[in-house]
């Protein structure tokens, strides 16, 4: 009968000794792996059995514990709720009552392991105020290792531990154990701090608490130098973090000090030899009073407690060392139990590990792969003063690992507005102190990138701040420095230091110092530091562009390169360095030739190509060559589109290039005549191609000088691709359309009716077909409407038989299918407002005189006065401007249409409430093009009292003196306009909405100075002089006005003698 069988039918009945012995055979079965461990309900059945059968007897709720850790480590068992209090409970009580025995200890973190522990009744017990883990923790236990066990069985609670309560006394108890004078050897102490370091690690990832964030970033920024120098020079100073203000708090830790090369020697033969002796020798009896040596021991399985659940091997095959030996756990040393036969095989090597999520937490299998640079055996040289030291060396090193691990994490974690404290903290002004310190001489690889990877992560939250640097001198001499040059100062000397550490660094850390040397460069606002320094890291990336051997380098190599091409673009210090290093293309081509870091080639080619093509102009046919060749070679879709995306930037490139005379046309049509035949056709009329959408965005370059240079038949062609390649089966239909939207516009073709018309069905059938969830594919239909309606607009002013020809079955499509559009996302509605107000000017008399286009624009008109006034500015923007348009169209009258009012109200509200400057531009500007009085019918008062309240008002601040001065600029224009359409009926009412005679010298000041402005053109001028002559007809009813467009200053009583004169006459 198997082992678990045996189990499950104890009874109350069976006695002590016949229990002892069953539970000393289970304990042998399953060190000699010849118990069945695949089943787990059976095996959980069994261990709820037997510790109902304990009672009261210590020695066999000890062994229970044993046969629970070895049991639960090789079977992954769910117990309920219930089952999980009754056993935790029952483990507390043998743990205390065994004086907190190791195994006892261990029992109660293999049964909590990766559970949820939030419906735990002892949860108060182990985590509360003076919890027993917590006490166990600061050394209550009597055996040491028991502190080591309890800190892992911590670390293991905090991935499902969420109440803030706990989570706080864990970290008090850690702090207190970080900061306390340890006493013991130096091995112990390294140890506890690096379980310190692994807790705070997970409370990092689990938790966003600002409170915490403060109490463990001032653990952290001494742990980074734990163990780092072996000198007695004075400690770093630690000061308490807290994140509103820039210091950090006192942790009495000493040999925080700067970084200095420790000693580490490898005698691999002599460590083996260790072990097999180890393994060939019988294991000795273990004296219960004797406890000197358990902590040399335990030391020397520094894998976690927790080792992961496997199926157990059949009995008829003999168990894997590698795997089972690190498995097996020793008894409690005060405890015999000779019954349990010894280890196969001692415990592996302490490795360094990288973090770790909830699923892979004390595993140690998982964590060998991320070790210290530090020999197998000198884990075995335990009985040498020197093995000790490599050991003490190796924890300190993983315990500076998981510190600056945890620092990445709570930088992403802090508040955007508190992460400045922490830069500050961490990269203090003496660069031989905080990061920089670690980057520049810490002794191990895997901490140099680490801390690399923390830097990185904090130039990344705070780069908000950086747009403040500036080091260019002031204009007078200040008492303080301000915080614009010392932040500038604290940049260069970061892009210094960095730049040092270049030389001689080794290959493994280059690709992390490059990568963090871009992430800097990217938020730096260069034009506002000393020149130079842009220079001097494109320097240093050309160097090792031909990196022989080292892949991941010239990788790192090419992205800083492309991301000193995009910063702050174009930076004329890049482009003088570019054109006195012309071989950064050839090399670039040369990598792409070779296939080798063709992805990042390309795209550090488009950037030359986007923003520095002048420079390099005469190597564009060399670039053209490599992209065609690149194109036709790589079977890699991304590579593909990428090679297409430089020949995009090359085209319009090259378009700059002519518009600017230095290419000539000829030369520029032979280069798209290849292009097209050797790669661009061929590509469209291939169905089953994925970069189609390429090929198109490439045509889209192309021009109107260029495109009009063209024989017919080629135009023809490259129009009947694109039309077909609207179908809505094909993937390039959004690419097609966006294409189809910047032909339409060329001068060259646009008055072609046929082509306008297919162009117009293609966008109708493609924005049926859509799915209202894919706004990617709606945003650029909607893009081509706007620009189709724009073309609309444009043939009706200078082509009055294209609007003849036009069908009105056609514009009602156009109509009624931007109207079900509408309905989507704000970027989408920014594009089909724009349509509306195009195509209701576009809108001839015939085509209004029937009633359902009547009823479109109303529709449409609503439409555009609910986006006035709901979305983001850019559409209400747009909407404003589309009523512009709308009024434009002397058909479209608002005095005889059911909207007139509507329009009117919602205009006047948004000129004297909307926030955004632009769109109360606008509004005034659509209220301004109605041509005569009758249009603004009873409406017309409204609006010439939002006139004088808005011009009344003062301005937004220096921030919107721009914006305030013309949108006073469009409302005296608008004043001059009511002034000339008025009748002399109107005078009454307009003298009602004059201001208070207290405003009316600012108002005519002001209103003075845009009259008499310069910046009026022929129109404007003309219009003012105007209102002053129907002012002056009008007089005095109108003088307040007169005085306004008048730059003649006025006497010290003007506004008395203004209001006096206008009261006379209106009574």
């Given at each position: 009968?198997?082992?678990?069988?045996?189990?499950?039918?104890?009874?109350?009945?069976?006695?002590?000794?016949?229990?002892?012995?069953?539970?000393?055979?289970?304990?042998?079965?399953?060190?000699?792996?010849?118990?069945?461990?695949?089943?787990?309900?059976e095996?959980?059945?069994?261990?709820?059995?037997?510790?109902?059968?304990?009672?009261?007897?210590?020695?066999?709720?000890?062994?229970?514990?044993?046969?629970?850790?070895?049991?639960?480590?090789?079977?992954?068992?769910?117990?309920?709720?219930?089952?999980?209090?009754?056993?935790?409970?029952?483990?507390?009580?043998?743990?205390?009552?065994?004086?907190?025995?190791?195994?006892t200890?261990e029992?109660?973190?293999?049964l909590?392991?990766?559970?949820?522990?939030?419906?735990?009744?002892?949860?108060?017990?182990?985590?509360?105020e003076?919890?027993?883990?917590?006490?166990?923790?600061?050394?209550?236990?009597?055996?040491?290792?028991?502190?080591?066990?309890?800190?892992r069985?911590?670390?293991?609670?905090?991935?499902?531990?969420?109440?803030?309560?706990?989570?706080?006394?864990i970290?008090?108890?850690?702090?207190?154990?970080?900061?306390?004078?340890?006493h013991?050897?130096?091995?112990?102490?390294?140890?506890l701090?690096?379980?310190?370091?692994?807790?705070?690690?997970?409370?990092?990832?689990?938790?966003?608490?600002?409170?915490?964030?403060?109490?463990?970033?001032?653990?952290?920024?001494?742990?980074?130098?734990?163990?780092?120098?072996q000198?007695?020079?004075?400690?770093?100073?630690?000061?308490?973090?807290?994140?509103?203000e820039?210091?950090?708090?006192?942790?009495?830790?000493?040999?925080?000090?700067?970084?200095?090369?420790?000693?580490?020697?490898?005698?691999?033969?002599?460590?083996?030899?260790?072990?097999?002796?180890?393994?060939?020798?019988?294991?000795?009896?273990?004296?219960?009073?004797?406890?000197?040596?358990?902590?040399?021991?335990?030391?020397?399985?520094?894998?976690?407690?927790?080792?992961?659940r496997?199926?157990?091997?059949?009995?008829?095959?003999?168990?894997?060392?590698?795997q089972?030996?690190?498995?097996?756990?020793?008894?409690?040393?005060?405890?015999?139990?000779?019954?349990?036969?010894?280890?196969?095989?001692?415990?592996?090597?302490?490795?360094?590990?990288?973090p770790?999520?909830?699923?892979?937490?004390?595993?140690?299998?998982?964590?060998?792969?991320?070790?210290v640079?530090?020999?197998?055996?000198?884990?075995?040289?335990?009985?040498?003063?020197?093995?000790?030291?490599?050991?003490?060396?190796?924890?300190?090193?993983?315990?500076?690992?998981?510190?600056?691990?945890?620092?990445?994490?709570?930088?992403?974690?802090?508040?955007?507005?508190?992460?400045?404290?922490?830069?500050?903290?961490?990269?203090?002004?003496?660069?031989?102190?905080?990061?920089l310190?670690?980057?520049?001489?810490?002794?191990?690889?895997?901490?140099?990138?680490a801390?690399?990877?923390?830097?990185?992560?904090?130039i990344?939250?705070?780069?908000?701040?950086?747009?403040?640097?500036?080091?260019?001198?002031?204009?007078?001499?200040?008492?303080?420095?301000?915080?614009?040059?010392?932040?500038?100062?604290?940049?260069?000397?970061?892009?210094?230091e960095?730049?040092?550490?270049?030389?001689?660094?080794?290959?493994?850390?280059?690709?992390?110092?490059?990568?963090?040397?871009?992430?800097?460069?990217?938020?730096?606002?260069?034009?506002?530091?000393?020149?130079?320094?842009?220079?001097?890291?494109?320097?240093?990336?050309?160097?090792?562009?031909?990196?022989?051997?080292?892949y991941?380098?010239?990788?790192?190599?090419?992205?800083?390169?492309?991301?000193?091409?995009?910063?702050?673009?174009?930076?004329?210090?890049?482009?003088?360095?570019l054109?006195?290093?012309?071989?950064t293309?050839?090399?670039?081509?040369?990598?792409?030739?070779?296939?080798t870091?063709?992805?990042?080639?390309?795209?550090?080619?488009?950037?030359?190509?986007?923003?520095?093509?002048?420079?390099?102009?005469?190597?564009?046919?060399?670039?053209?060559?490599?992209?065609?060749?690149?194109?036709?070679?790589?079977?890699?879709?991304?590579?593909?589109?990428?090679?297409?995306?430089?020949?995009?930037?090359?085209?319009?490139?090259?378009?700059g290039?002519?518009?600017?005379g230095?290419?000539?046309l000829?030369t520029?049509?032979?280069?798209?005549?290849?292009?097209?035949?050797?790669?661009?056709?061929?590509?469209?009329?291939?169905?089953?191609?994925?970069?189609?959408?390429?090929?198109?965005?490439?045509?889209?370059?192309?021009?109107?000088?260029?495109?009009?240079?063209?024989?017919?038949?080629?135009?023809?062609?490259i129009?009947?691709?694109?039309?077909?390649?609207?179908?809505?089966?094909?993937?390039?239909?959004?690419?097609?359309?966006?294409?189809?939207?910047?032909?339409?516009?060329?001068p060259?073709i646009?008055?072609?009716?046929?082509?306008?018309?297919?162009?117009?069905?293609?966008?109708?059938?493609?924005?049926?077909?859509?799915?209202?969830?894919?706004?990617?594919?709606?945003?650029?239909?909607?893009w081509?409407?706007g620009?189709?309606?724009?073309?609309?607009?444009?043939?009706?002013?200078?082509?009055?038989?294209?609007?003849?020809?036009?069908?009105?079955?056609?514009?009602?499509?156009?109509?009624?299918?931007?109207?079900?559009?509408?309905?989507?996302?704000?970027?989408?509605?920014s594009?089909?407002?724009?349509?509306?107000?195009?195509?209701?000017?576009?809108?001839?008399?015939?085509?209004?005189?029937?009633?359902?286009?009547?009823?479109?624009?109303?529709?449409?008109?609503?439409?555009?006065?609910?986006?006035c006034t709901?979305?983001?500015?850019?559409t209400?923007?747009?909407?404003?401007?589309?009523?512009?348009?709308?009024?434009?169209?002397?058909?479209?009258?608002?005095?005889d249409?059911?909207?007139?009012?509507?329009?009117?109200?919602?205009?006047?509200?948004?000129?004297?409430?909307?926030?955004?400057?632009?769109?109360?531009?606008?509004?005034?500007?659509?209220?301004?093009?109605?041509?005569?009085?009758a249009?603004?019918?009873?409406?017309f008062?409204?609006?010439?009292?939002?006139?004088?309240?808005?011009?009344?008002?003062?301005?937004?601040?220096?921030?919107?003196?721009?914006?305030?001065?013309?949108?006073?600029?469009q409302?005296?224009?608008?004043?001059?306009?009511?002034?000339?359409?008025?009748?002399?009926e109107?005078?009454?009412?307009?003298?009602?909405?004059?201001?208070?005679?207290?405003?009316?010298?600012?108002?005519?000041?002001?209103?003075?100075?845009?009259?008499?402005?310069?910046?009026?053109?022929?129109?404007?001028?003309?219009?003012?002089?105007?209102?002053?002559?129907?002012?002056?007809?009008?007089?005095p009813?109108?003088?307040?006005?007169?005085?306004?467009?008048?730059?003649?200053?006025?006497?010290?009583?003007?506004?008395?003698?203004?209001?006096?004169?206008?009261?006379?006459?209106?009574?």
């Amino acid at each position: 009968m198997d082992g678990w069988s045996k189990a499950t039918k104890l009874d109350q009945h069976t006695s002590k000794s016949e229990l002892s012995l069953t539970l000393q055979g289970l304990l042998f079965e399953l060190h000699s792996g010849n118990l069945n461990t695949t089943n787990p309900v059976e095996v959980k059945a069994g261990l709820l059995n037997i510790f109902k059968q304990c009672g009261d007897e210590t020695k066999l709720q000890i062994k229970w514990c044993q046969l629970a850790v070895l049991s639960l480590n090789a079977t992954q068992c769910v117990f309920t709720t219930q089952e999980l209090n009754n056993c935790a409970t029952f483990i507390i009580d043998v743990c205390r009552a065994a004086n907190y025995l190791y195994c006892t200890v261990e029992a109660l973190g293999a049964l909590l392991y990766n559970t949820d522990l939030n419906t735990l009744r002892t949860l108060d017990v182990l985590l509360g105020e003076r919890g027993m883990m917590l006490e166990l923790s600061l050394g209550l236990a009597p055996e040491r290792e028991v502190q080591h066990l309890a800190l892992r069985c911590l670390n293991n609670m905090l991935n499902s531990v969420t109440d803030e309560m706990f989570v706080t006394h864990i970290v008090s108890t850690l702090t207190t154990l970080a900061t306390a004078r340890l006493h013991g050897d130096n091995l112990n102490r390294a140890r506890l701090l690096s379980g310190v370091m692994k807790c705070l690690q997970t409370i990092a990832k689990h938790n966003t608490s600002q409170y915490l964030l403060e109490q463990i970033l001032s653990i952290v920024k001494g742990s980074i130098f734990e163990g780092a120098s072996q000198s007695t020079s004075p400690a770093i100073s630690l000061e308490s973090l807290s994140l509103d203000e820039l210091n950090l708090s006192d942790v009495n830790e000493p040999g925080h000090t700067r970084y200095s090369q420790p000693r580490v020697r490898n005698k691999k033969g002599r460590g083996k030899r260790k072990k097999q002796d180890a393994r060939d020798s019988p294991k000795p009896r273990i004296d219960h009073q004797n406890d000197s040596n358990k902590g040399r021991k335990r030391a020397e399985q520094e894998t976690s407690w927790r080792t992961p659940r496997r199926k157990q091997a059949p009995n008829n095959q003999a168990p894997n060392k590698a795997q089972n030996s690190p498995q097996i756990e020793r008894p409690s040393p005060k405890q015999h139990h000779p019954a349990a036969p010894p280890p196969t095989q001692p415990a592996a090597s302490p490795a360094v590990v990288p973090p770790m999520d909830k699923n892979t937490a004390f595993n140690p299998q998982r964590q060998t792969d991320f070790s210290v640079s530090t020999s197998e055996s000198e884990y075995s040289e335990s009985d040498t003063e020197e093995g000790i030291q490599n050991k003490v060396t190796a924890v300190k090193c993983r315990t500076r690992l998981t510190s600056l691990q945890t620092l990445q994490h709570c930088i992403s974690c802090v508040h955007k507005s508190r992460t400045f404290s922490v830069w500050s903290a961490f990269l203090p002004q003496d660069p031989t102190a905080g990061l920089l310190n670690v980057i520049q001489k810490e002794p191990n690889v895997k901490c140099r990138i680490a801390g690399l990877g923390a830097l990185s992560s904090l130039i990344e939250s705070v780069k908000h701040y950086f747009v403040a640097a500036d080091s260019r001198p002031s204009k007078g001499r200040a008492a303080y420095t301000p915080f614009s040059q010392s932040l500038a100062t604290d940049l260069l000397t970061l892009h210094s230091e960095l730049l040092l550490q270049i030389p001689g660094c080794v290959p493994a850390v280059l690709p992390h110092l490059f990568q963090c040397l871009a992430v800097l460069v990217i938020h730096t606002p260069f034009s506002k530091l000393k020149p130079g320094l842009v220079s001097s890291i494109l320097t240093e990336s050309m160097k090792h562009l031909s990196s022989v051997g080292h892949y991941k380098v010239e990788a790192a190599a090419l992205s800083l390169l492309c991301a000193c091409l995009t910063v702050e673009t174009p930076l004329p210090e890049v482009g003088s360095w570019l054109g006195a290093n012309e071989q950064t293309v050839g090399m670039c081509l040369e990598h792409l030739r070779k296939t080798t870091h063709q992805r990042d080639t390309l795209q550090t080619l488009c950037q030359i190509l986007r923003f520095y093509f002048t420079p390099v102009i005469h190597w564009w046919p060399q670039i053209t060559d490599a992209a065609k060749l690149t194109l036709a070679s790589s079977v890699d879709t991304l590579i593909q589109n990428m090679s297409l995306l430089v020949l995009e930037e090359l085209g319009r490139a090259l378009s700059g290039a002519l518009e600017a005379g230095t290419l000539e046309l000829s030369t520029l049509k032979e280069h798209w005549i290849n292009i097209l035949s050797s790669a661009i056709v061929p590509i469209l009329q291939n169905e089953h191609s994925p970069i189609m959408p390429g090929a198109c965005d490439i045509l889209s370059t192309i021009g109107n000088t260029v495109f009009a240079s063209f024989e017919v038949h080629t135009q023809r062609l490259i129009m009947t691709l694109l039309l077909a390649l609207t179908n809505p089966t094909v993937p390039a239909t959004s690419s097609a359309c966006r294409c189809l939207g910047v032909l339409v516009m060329y001068p060259c073709i646009r008055d072609d009716l046929l082509f306008v018309a297919d162009t117009a069905n293609a966008i109708i059938t493609a924005l049926e077909t859509t799915d209202s969830a894919d706004s990617g594919l709606l945003l650029r239909v909607s893009w081509s409407l706007g620009n189709l309606s724009d073309t609309l607009v444009v043939n009706k002013l200078n082509n009055p038989s294209f609007v003849t020809d036009f069908s009105d079955i056609l514009l009602g499509r156009l109509l009624d299918v931007s109207l079900k559009t509408a309905a989507s996302n704000d970027k989408v509605k920014s594009n089909i407002v724009r349509a509306l107000g195009n195509l209701l000017r576009f809108m001839k008399q015939s085509t209004h005189s029937k009633a359902h286009f009547r009823e479109y624009v109303a529709r449409s008109v609503d439409c555009l006065l609910r986006a006035c006034t709901s979305g983001m500015m850019k559409t209400r923007w747009n909407a404003c401007y589309a009523l512009v348009n709308t009024l434009q169209n002397p058909v479209l009258s608002p005095a005889d249409s059911t909207w007139g009012t509507d329009l009117f109200t919602t205009l006047t509200s948004v000129v004297v409430h909307c926030k955004n400057y632009k769109v109360r531009i606008n509004a005034t500007l659509a209220l301004a093009q109605c041509l005569t009085r009758a249009c603004y019918g009873g409406n017309f008062v409204m609006v010439w009292g939002t006139v004088l309240v808005t011009l009344s008002e003062e301005g937004g601040g220096p921030a919107m003196c721009g914006y305030t001065e013309r949108l006073r600029f469009q409302l005296v224009l608008l004043l001059c306009h009511l002034v000339v359409i008025h009748l002399e009926e109107d005078h009454r009412e307009m003298f009602r909405h004059l201001p208070h005679p207290h405003q009316h010298g600012a108002l005519i000041s002001q209103c003075s100075a845009v009259s008499t402005s310069e910046k009026l053109t022929t129109l404007e001028q003309d219009l003012v002089t105007a209102a002053r002559v129907k002012c002056q007809q009008y007089s005095p009813a109108l003088d307040l006005v007169l005085h306004m467009l008048t730059p003649t200053p006025l006497p010290s009583d003007s506004d008395a003698f203004i209001t006096s004169d206008i009261s006379s006459n209106t009574k």
